[in-house]
């Protein structure tokens, strides 16, 4: 089992930053792809950006691409997701989440680990 813990959302201006952890504890997250995915009011939740376990590959949704950087430290056992030129769109929880090494990233059901979630909000 794997459990995981964000931290580091809150409340900032357009334009503003962020930046996102994912504290993991169980087994080490070396095995692991991990990824962001982020739920509005209303909304379906969203894939966000995900990182191969050696932090060698990652991807993008096109709406965050540019913007946004996820990064890990497997040492640490803990991801991040840095935020920047936030708009009030990206307001949201956010959760982390994890997936087997060899599953393909993005899709909600290929990660069968979670965490709570961590609200941003964007003020316009």
């Known amino acids: 089992q794997v459990q995981l813990v964000e931290s580091g959302g809150g409340l900032v201006q357009a334009g503003g930053s962020l930046r996102l952890s994912c504290a993991a504890s169980?087994?080490?997250?070396?095995?692991?792809?991990m990824a962001w995915f982020r739920q509005a009011p209303g909304k379906e939740r969203e894939f966000v950006a995900d990182i191969s376990w050696d932090g060698g590959n990652t991807v993008y949704a096109n709406s965050v691409k540019g913007r946004f950087t996820i990064s890990r430290d497997n040492a640490k056992n803990t991801a991040y997701l840095q935020m920047n030129s936030l708009k009030p769109e990206d307001t949201a929880v956010y959760y982390c989440?994890?997936?087997?090494?060899?599953?393909?990233?993005?899709?909600?059901?290929?990660?069968?680990?979670w965490g709570q979630g961590t609200q941003v909000t964007v003020s316009s």
């Open positions: 169980g087994r080490t997250l070396s095995s692991f792809g």
């Open positions: 989440a994890a997936r087997w090494g060899m599953v393909p990233a993005g899709t909600r059901s290929g990660y069968p680990y």
